[in-house]
Structures are given as structure tokens and as C-alpha cells.
Nanobody, 122 residues
Framework: QVQLVESGGGLVQAGGSLRLSCAAS????????MGWFRRAPGKEREFVAG????????SYADDVKGRFTISRDNAKNTMYLQMNSLKAEDTAVYYC???????????????WGQGTQVTVSS
């Protein structure tokens, strides 16, 4: 069992920055990938960014490349999503997730966090 707890969401103006955190506990993460999805109002949940735990292979959705950066603190079992140059269309609930096969695009999610709201005002 893996528990994921997100934090760091909030309200920010367009052009601003936020950093999301995802603290993981439970099973070892050496074979996992972790990352982020988001669900905007009226839309389906979509992949944002992911990273393989073992070798930092990283993937990003096209519309966040160059603006978002995923990173981690191994000692704290915590993954971060630094979001810069935020746009109104980044408004969504952001979910942390793990993939047990180490797929940095998180195509086989095993565990989800509860989500954290990010609202970008224009």
C-alpha cells in the first residue's frame, strides 16, 4: 500500500509560480515512477509530468514543457512540481500518482493522491 499526500495548491495570478509537493509513504519506491495529473473543470484528467524513481527519466506534457519542472527529495520520499509562468488554463485539481512499472508517463497508475486545487486568475 502507498499513501500519497499533496500540498502546495492555491490561488495565483497569471504569470506567477507555485510549487506542489507529494509526500509518499508505504512501500519502497525504487521501482516506481511518480508524477502528476490534473483535471480541469469539465475536462478529463490528463498527464502533466512524471519521473522514474530509479534513474530520473522524466516526461512532460507538451503544454507544460519549459514551464513546469518535476523533482524529488529521496530522503523525504517527496516529489515536487515547480510550476512557473502559470496560465489561466493551468487551473485544475492536481493529483499525485505512482506507476509500479516505472513508466515516466504513468500509463499504469496504481495509487492516487487526494488532489490539490490550483487556480490561476487572469
Amino acid at each position: 500500500q502507498v499513501q500519497l499526500v499533496e500540498s502546495g495548491g492555491g490561488l495565483v495570478q497569471a504569470g506567477g509560480s507555485l510549487r506542489l509537493s507529494c509526500a509518499a509513504s508505504g512501500r519502497t519506491f525504487s521501482t516506481y515512477a511518480m508524477g502528476w495529473f490534473r483535471r480541469a473543470p469539465g475536462k478529463e484528467r490528463e498527464f502533466v509530468a512524471g519521473q522514474r524513481w530509479s534513474d530520473v527519466t522524466t516526461s512532460y506534457a507538451d503544454d507544460v514543457k519549459g514551464r513546469f519542472t518535476i523533482s524529488r527529495d529521496n530522503a523525504k520520499n517527496t516529489m515536487y512540481l515547480q510550476m512557473n509562468s502559470l496560465k489561466a488554463e493551468d487551473t485544475a485539481v492536481y493529483y499525485c500518482a505512482t506507476d509500479p512499472y516505472g513508466d515516466s508517463r504513468l500509463r499504469s497508475v496504481a495509487y492516487w493522491g487526494q488532489g490539490t486545487q490550483v487556480t490561476v486568475s487572469s
